[in-house]
């Protein structure tokens, strides 16, 4: 995340220079905070415009969506980079919006939704498409993020608070026994390499073969669980190596199987037709993504697409926004490999689902089936898609980068299951760990004005090393018992990264799309067990 100044950013690891635009930025980085506001303009109580000339060479404009408490916090970054007259320190999220839309080929806005903080290259929580008819247009690995489909999976059971209330203990102990959890955690699933290429290639569909799925999970799942690009020839041997034991489980950092009980419904015909029928149901949400092989094939990419800018002199703002032209073979192989290890990581969803319905059923003596515990959705928030929308009037074939950023179609649209027809696609939005979790849907204004994209979580307010400082492993597990939180975590030394104030208040986020019309509160959930790496 580190800022660079002008002349180290204007080099690589061996000296030599490279596609970065290098003289152009010292007289952006020398501007007052009062200079830099007037840049930005207010279009809405909850939207803000970034000018061209933010950064160099803006191809689009830039917005991003903010209430009036979670601009306090967007501004702030901004404030502080001015005074330090851009030397050192973080890039605010509003100067990596500016950048990813200095990018070639991009169209409409470079999106920032409320959730938005700094990240590698994009901003985390940052929105952008390409057009695949420029032959200039790029992909970019810091537009996925290195968890490859980090995503939200949500199960809903017939049980009540008051079914799991006195046993929420030992089924908080049962799911801690049956998800490996933590850094180093290695699977239970039996898997050799073969597996692992038909896995990558098949996604879901693996998964469905060896009994590990239902075939109605598939329906209820992004993509339908396998996006048919993947080819795991693209995948390097050592992010292989890295998968294969990893399979089926959590891992560490922000990643969580939660038991939630349902608080608050706001749209009762969506919550009815995901099967959520009152107050007080309980739900399962399961958060994680691709593991080391996902991170493995980000890093590949990387690597590679370094050589393709210097070979076709592709033009960035920022060294972290690496990319190669969409149809360039360094382009076409990350895509392939993403796709690969976005297979994985619906494989490892599915995997975790399958062991959360053994725990459950073992503690309640009944069949998964007989506690109805269908997927209600699966989201992925670390992607890029080929999806089609409109674009100054025309239907037009994008490349669509989501990282930190949840796909929200709206009503009628194909791609989205025949369940969710009239309501639009559910979406999923993690709280942090004691926080309550929000399910939406996908608006027609969010289709136009953000490419079907919206939130996918509260987002970051503290760094990790500010919320080590600050907290205490006791301070955080003793105020969720307080809350009567059951908890399991495997690395209780890092408990404090995942602290809720290490974090933006979740429901000001999910009110910032709702009151944008990005997207549509229909579901609140309230968590009383979380199970954490």
């Not at 950064?55 to 005074?83: D, I, W």
């Not at 506690?371 to 699966?378: E, Q, S």
Request: proline share 4%; charged share 25%.
């Amino acid at each position: 995340f580190f800022f660079p100044s002008c002349r180290t950013r204007a080099t690589m690891g061996d000296g030599e220079a490279t596609g970065t635009v290098d003289s152009a930025l010292v007289q952006y980085e020398k501007r007052t905070y009062e200079q830099e506001l007037e840049y930005l303009e207010k279009l809405s109580p909850c939207c803000y415009r970034i000018k061209k000339g933010f950064v160099p060479n803006m191809k689009v404009e830039g917005r991003f969506y903010v209430n009036k408490h979670l601009e306090t916090l967007c501004l702030e970054e901004l404030q502080q980079m001015a005074s330090r007259q851009g030397i050192g320190g973080f890039l605010p999220a509003v100067k990596q919006i500016a950048n990813v839309a200095a990018l070639p080929g991009i169209v409409g806005y470079s999106v920032g939704l409320p959730d938005v903080h700094s990240g590698y290259g994009f901003a985390i929580g940052n929105m952008a498409a390409f057009d695949m008819s420029d032959p200039e247009s790029v992909v970019s690995p810091g537009g996925v993020g290195f968890d490859i489909n980090c995503g939200v999976r949500l199960l809903r059971t017939n049980l009540t608070e008051k079914d799991v209330g006195p046993v929420r203990e030992k089924l908080a102990q049962s799911l801690f026994d049956h998800i490996p959890v933590g850094v180093g955690s290695k699977g239970v699933i039996p898997m050799n390499a073969q597996d692992l290429e038909e896995a990558l290639e098949m996604g879901m569909d693996w998964s469905l073969r060896e009994g590990y799925a239902w075939a109605e999970d598939k329906e209820h799942c992004e993509e339908y669980g396998r996006m048919l690009q993947a080819d795991p020839s693209k995948v390097s041997a050592r992010a292989k190596k890295r998968g294969l034991p990893q399979l089926g489980t959590l891992g560490a950092g922000n990643h969580y199987a939660e038991i939630q009980v349902v608080d608050d419904i706001y749209d009762e015909h969506a919550a009815k037709k995901m099967g959520i029928n009152q107050r007080g149901q309980v739900c399962v949400m399961i958060h994680s993504g691709s593991r080391g092989l996902g991170h493995q094939v980000a890093t590949d990419a990387l690597v590679a697409m370094e050589k393709a800018m210097k070979r076709d002199n592709i033009q960035v703002n920022d060294r972290q926004l690496a990319c190669a032209r969409i149809n360039s073979e360094e382009g076409q192989n990350y895509l392939a490999a993403m796709a690969s290890a976005a297979n994985y990581a619906w494989v490892n969803r599915s995997t975790m689902t399958f062991l959360t319905r053994q725990a459950f059923a073992k503690q309640f003596s009944a069949s998964p089936d007989e506690l109805d515990m269908h997927v209600i959705y699966d989201v992925s928030h670390n992607i890029a898609k080929v999806e089609q929308h409109m674009v100054e009037g025309k239907l037009k074939t994008l490349l669509v980068h989501r990282k930190g950023s949840t796909r929200a179609f709206p009503p009628h649209h194909p791609l989205i299951p025949v369940d969710y027809q009239m309501t639009g696609q559910p979406v999923l939005i993690g709280g942090t760990m004691g926080t309550c979790s929000y399910v939406l849907t996908g608006t027609d204004i969010g289709m136009r004005d953000t490419f079907g994209s919206t939130c996918h979580g509260a987002g970051r307010a503290w760094s990790r090393a500010k919320s080590r400082r600050n907290l205490t492993c006791d301070m955080v597990l003793d105020k969720l018992k307080e809350m009567g939180i059951a908890i399991r975590v495997a690395s209780p030394k890092l408990v404090m990264e995942e602290a809720p104030e290490s974090y933006k208040d979740v429901t000001q986020v999910i009110e910032t799309c709702h009151e944008a019309h990005i997207s549509k509160k229909a579901i609140k959930l309230r968590p009383i067990a979380v199970i954490k790496g």
